[in-house]
């Protein structure tokens, strides 16, 4: 109860971000806080990982990628041509279809939006147990280089598969209507609604986790994170835990990729690229690690100076550059520098999310 | 496969192997003093072939290529002192998202300094056309000139690390860093001395692979992470195994492309470090008593 309090500023926040916006005609504006909000929740899905249960991963643009990719695939793809394939005929009988006609007035068949959203979710989740259970059993370096190699390995297949567009990516994905009435689509139009959709989803999203993280499944991460050996030996079974979080933190960042495939109606390979799995890795540190607001805040706030092209043409220097003043002067995050806060431990600062 | 195409494709390979090796033993160095995998180090390559086209109009060729590796010692040596030097004790996490940091900046000055067109030395002997027959096959003579320069590369490092007191000072600190400052040695300058070496050899290499393999700001990522494998493969801090992973690597990667489509040729090197680390993550030639004290 009282972390649903807590969240009460926020939606606060948020509320009164849309009303200035249309008070002063400057709509457009939101579109890129739905665009944040959509790349925090794969942020604060990767604070879990890397904060809580200390596992880095430079990958996790993959795990995006591999949500987005699908999901606009499997809704763009023309089915029409292999229809009386078994496949697809046992899809269509199953009612997981949807036709239409495209924009020259051709019949058009492909794979009902939640459908597909829901198999990319899963194999984003069945891709992260494969790839995380040799993975995790690494440390230190080797985790960041076989996190970081899995990256380049989705980015090189999204760039030399024809069937995910190549270097064009895929462009022309249908809106995803969640329910009735509420559908995540990127016109002017739908601009207010697409806000309240991206921030109720990262509420929703930071809610779960600050849960989470305080039930026994947080107390044990935190206690792999401070030594292993110790975990282990109070019987906590380290190896089960941290396959749950990377599994948990893809989906997240699975899920975010969905959504904004979905809003941008396409996606392209730079998605997948290395430059993004570092960026994600900047915010949660610029965010404290184990703080999962600092994670949203920063998150939602540098992807907004990015997206609205504040740093112009280094913007990549720029994250660059935070990751090192970070992680030289503020190991703990930026919020750590504020004097109040000064002599908090990461782990005591995580805590601190129940009081506040 | 005729005999031709096979020469062909393994003197692609041994091209390559080498580069990746000097790229691993450069891992390697800074490694057994600090502990630290610089991730920043392929873009030492990157540097060294970019000043040296940079500095070519001005002088001739061998006097651009030793000034673009003194160049690129200097920055290596700044890089170690002005982020790394005055850390305690900093976690594994810190300091690879540090070097992550680093790398990224250099190569965002890069772009800004060079732009993003690709580059390239002209051949240290003849031009794109002349070539060497090898058992029927046709080689350039840049071939010749990698291999060769790599080779002594390893060698000297050999040498230096045996006979040199300074390299017997490295190596005792990379043995036993309280050992070595009760000897009276600082592992501080020892520890500048590895980015300085390694980022030396880099920038060699950078500058002899240039006229074949081009030369780009953003060319750092994907050789760090091929001489990265090739470090693990030959077992993290042992240079004698890096040459021969590095050769292995290379002339797998050069052979695949006869098989698989090229776009999937850096994916196969990478499947190949991600199986190495989960089946036999202290290498091939590494061996495994050794590999439980260090830090996976």
């Known amino acids: ?356 | 496969m005729t005999t031709e195409l096979f020469v062909q494709y393994l003197f692609a390979g041994i091209t390559y192997g080498s580069i990746y090796a000097i790229v691993a033993i450069g891992f390697n160095i800074i490694y057994n003093t600090t502990g630290i995998i610089n991730f920043a180090q392929g873009e030492f390559v990157m540097l060294g072939g970019m000043v040296s086209v940079s500095l070519l109009p001005y002088m001739p060729l061998p006097l651009a290529i030793g000034l673009a590796v003194l160049i690129t010692m200097v920055v290596g040596a700044l890089i170690e002192i002005v982020f790394i030097r005055w850390l305690a004790s900093p976690s594994v996490l810190r300091m690879i998202i540090i070097t992550i940091g680093i790398s990224i900046l250099t190569r965002e000055a890069a772009v800004h300094i060079w732009g993003d067109n690709i580059r390239s030395l002209p051949y240290f002997a003849g031009n794109e056309i002349s070539t060497i027959g090898v058992l029927g096959a046709r080689i350039s003579p840049q071939v010749l000139w990698v291999v060769g320069v790599c080779g002594v590369m390893v060698c000297t490092l050999h040498l230096f690390f045996k006979t040199t007191s300074v390299g017997r000072e490295m190596r005792a600190c990379a043995a036993n860093r309280t050992a070595a400052i009760l000897c009276g040695i600082n592992p501080r300058n020892m520890v500048t001395f590895s980015f300085v070496l390694s980022a030396g050899m880099g920038a060699l290499a950078g500058c002899v692979m240039s006229p074949i393999t081009y030369t780009q700001y953003d060319i750092g990522t994907g050789l760090a992470i091929k001489g990265f494998t090739v470090a693990i493969l030959g077992g993290l801090g042992n240079s004698g195994g890096a040459v021969a992973a590095g050769l292995l690597l290379g002339i797998i990667e050069a052979f695949s492309v006869s098989v698989v489509p090229l776009a999937f040729k850096d994916a196969i090197s990478i499947a190949i470090l991600l199986l190495i680390l989960f089946v036999r993550p202290h290498g091939l030639f590494g061996s495994g008593e050794a590999a439980r004290l260090k830090a996976f």
């Open chain 1, 1 to 356: 109860m009282k972390r649903l309090i807590a969240i009460l500023p926020i939606l606060g926040v948020v509320v009164l971000i849309q009303l200035l916006t249309t008070w002063m005609g400057t709509q457009f504006y939101l579109t890129q806080m739905t665009m944040a909000a959509y790349y925090s929740l794969l942020i604060i899905g990767l604070c879990v990982l890397m904060g809580y249960a200390g596992q880095i991963s430079l990958g996790h643009a993959g795990f995006f990628a591999i949500g987005g990719y699908l999901s606009a695939a499997l809704t763009t793809r023309n089915l029409m041509p292999c229809r009386e394939e078994w496949l697809v005929r046992f899809l269509d009988a199953g009612g997981l279809l949807q036709s239409g006609k495209d924009m020259y007035g051709a019949d058009l068949l492909v794979v009902w939006p939640w459908a597909a959203a829901l198999f990319a979710v899963l194999m984003a989740a069945l891709i992260a147990v494969l790839i995380g259970i040799p993975v995790l059993k690494l440390k230190g370096h080797y985790l960041a280089m076989a996190t970081l190699g899995f990256g380049i390995i989705i980015y090189r297949l999204v760039l030399a598969t024809p069937w995910f567009g190549e270097a064009d990516g895929i462009s022309g994905v249908p809106p995803f209507e969640l329910l009735p009435g509420l559908v995540v689509r990127g016109d002017a139009s739908g601009r207010v609604q697409n806000y309240y959709i991206a921030w109720g989803m990262l509420i929703f999203g930071l809610f779960l986790l600050l849960n989470l993280m305080h039930s026994r499944i947080g107390r044990a991460l935190r206690a792999i994170h401070g030594s292993e050996d110790a975990a282990d030996a109070m019987g906590v079974n380290i190896s089960r835990f941290k396959l749950q979080t990377f599994v948990l933190s893809a989906v997240f960042a699975a899920i975010a990729g969905i959504l904004l495939t979905h809003f941008n109606g396409g996606i392209g390979p730079s998605e997948a690229g290395v430059m993004k799995s570092v960026r994600y890795v900047a915010i949660v540190a610029v965010g404290g690690m184990a703080h999962l607001w600092g994670a949203m805040i920063m998150g939602v706030l540098l992807n907004f100076l990015s997206l609205r092209g504040v740093f112009g043409s280094y913007d990549d220097a720029v994250f660059g550059l935070i990751l090192i003043l970070i992680m030289l002067f503020a190991p703990n995050g930026i919020l750590t520098l504020l004097p109040r806060k000064k002599e908090e431990a990461p782990v005591q600062a995580a805590s601190k999310d129940e009081e506040a």
